[in-house]
T-cell receptor
Framework: DTEVTQTPKHLVMGMTNKKSLKCEQHMGHRAMYWYKQKAKKPPELMFVYSYEKLSINESVPSRFSPECPNSSLLNLHLHALQPEDSALYLC???????????FGPGTRLLVL | AQSVTQLGSHVSVSEGALVLLRCNYSSSVPPYLFWYVQYPNQGLQLLLKYTSAATLVKGINGFEAEFKKSETSFHLTKPSAHMSDAAEYFCAVSVGGGKLIFGQGTELSVKP
């Protein structure tokens, strides 16, 4: 089973709201990732967690706050977002850093 | 720096025709290379990957890719296009530490 699940599927939020995106995998993978994807563009890496510790932060603004409560779960907390943050947010996982990444279906975020 | 170039942001073929999507990479070390497909409003799905075991890699849905070190290429082919192949295709190279470098993507259209 190579399934990564993400909730919610769609999210609309105002610039003063606080919301969270959730990602889950049960493949025993030790690395998990957050990507941001704008329309007609490739995914852009935001964060990498390896063995539940943040290993890469690609200079993402602090209004995005990742959290890895355990090896199967990855959250992305959102606060005071801007309209330009509207995008598809993808979660992925892999066995290790150079291994194949398996992507979830994404959360389509609209910031008003 | 490692990079991936996909030639042609949009490719259009007739149903039943050969599909050829081009990918060139630059890497100072033997690369791990991937092709992903993204259908509208979905996440990325792994088509195939090259990890140096064999230069001709077979993937899902009848796709295959050939690694050519002398040309630094990893082009994706399918002998006969199907309407369901219409999607966005991304070539990517793993640069270690969990980072994937994506090409800009190629949108494949299939005409009846």
């Amino acid at each position: 089973d190579t399934e990564v699940t993400q909730t919610p599927k769609h999210l609309v939020m105002g610039m003063t709201n606080k919301k969270s995106l959730k990602c889950e995998q049960h493949m025993g993978h030790r690395a998990m990732y957050w990507y941001k994807q704008k329309a007609k563009k490739p995914p852009e890496l935001m964060f990498v967690y390896s063995y539940e510790k943040l290993s890469i932060n690609e200079s993402v603004p602090s209004r995005f706050s990742p959290e890895c409560p355990n090896s199967s779960l990855l959250n992305l907390h959102l606060h005071a977002l801007q309209p330009e943050d509207s995008a598809l947010y993808l979660c992925a996982s892999s066995q290790g850093g150079s291994e194949t990444q398996y992507f979830g279906p994404g959360t389509r975020l609209l910031v008003l | 720096a490692q990079s991936v170039t996909q030639l042609g942001s949009h490719v259009s073929v007739s149903e039943g025709a050969l599909v050829l999507l081009r990918c060139n990479y630059s890497s100072s070390v033997p690369p791990y290379l991937f092709w992903y497909v993204q259908y509208p409003n979905q996440g990325l799905q792994l088509l195939l990957k090259y990890t140096s075991a064999a230069t001709l890699v077979k993937g899902i849905n009848g796709f295959e890719a050939e690694f050519k070190k002398s040309e630094t290429s990893f082009h994706l082919t399918k002998p006969s296009a199907h309407m369901s192949d219409a999607a966005e295709y991304f070539c990517a190279v793993s640069v270690g530490g969990g980072k994937l470098i994506f090409g800009q993507g190629t949108e494949l259209s299939v005409k009846p």
